[in-house]
């Protein structure tokens, strides 16, 4: 039972191999990391990345894959949309914490990107359905600066930091997979949602 990883930062699969390990130790994981797609994605916008996405998933079924789950939310939508012709699930991991959120009255959403938060918005806007959702978004400044950088507490002290600024809402979401671990970092007594562990939960349960 083999599940494929796109990633756009290597830094997430230590993350997915935990997360493997402490909840679904039978699940094979294959990561595909290509950090060029997010570049040309936020150049260029996702649709310019799908002749390629599309390309590395069918390499990806080849190989054995019985589904797999795109990590990267600013491409995500790009990923899903090739499940059918693949003939296996392709997830996106931020569907799960999206649909979690979209039940709530008032979310706001931390990037630390700004390319994050249209696929975003849209994935809540289409999990909250006929739903009025207030919906309010937050760039963290100078986050993005430290991730690429590869300071990663930095990184997370931000997000954290931001996310312990939040008022008067029902739910946080962290936009990006990369930001997961500023939950543990954070004070605030609002709900701070994170999509690596329900993203893989869903796909695990897609590929058996």
Do not use: K, N
């Not at 390629?52 to 080849?62: H, I, K, N, Y």
């Not at 959702?133 to 590869?150: P, S």
């Amino acid at each position: 039972m083999t599940l494929a990883l796109l990633h756009t930062s290597p830094v997430h699969i230590p993350v997915f191999d935990a997360l493997r390990d402490a909840g679904h130790p039978g699940l094979a994981l294959r990561h595909l990391v290509h950090e060029d797609l997010l570049v040309r994605a936020r150049e260029s916008g996702p649709e310019a990345v799908t002749g390629d996405v599309r390309e590395l998933l069918a390499g990806a079924v080849a190989d054995g894959a019985r589904a797999v789950l795109c990590t990267c939310s600013t491409i995500g939508a790009v990923a899903e949309a090739e499940s059918v012709a693949l003939g296996v699930p392709v997830l996106r991991v931020d569907r799960p914490m999206a649909a979690a959120a979209a039940a709530r009255d008032r979310v706001v959403v931390l990037a630390s990107i700004t390319g994050t938060l249209a696929p975003t918005l849209a994935l809540l806007a289409e999990e909250a359905g006929d739903r009025a959702v207030d919906v309010r978004t937050v760039v963290v400044d100078g986050a993005w600066a430290r991730f690429e950088a590869g300071d990663r507490d930095g990184y997370l002290d931000l997000v954290a930091a931001a996310a312990d600024a939040v008022t008067d809402c029902d739910v946080i979401v962290l936009a990006q997979a990369s930001m997961a671990d500023a939950v543990t970092r954070t004070v605030t007594r609002i709900p701070v949602l994170s999509s690596p562990g329900p993203g893989l939960d869903t796909a695990a349960a897609a590929a058996r």
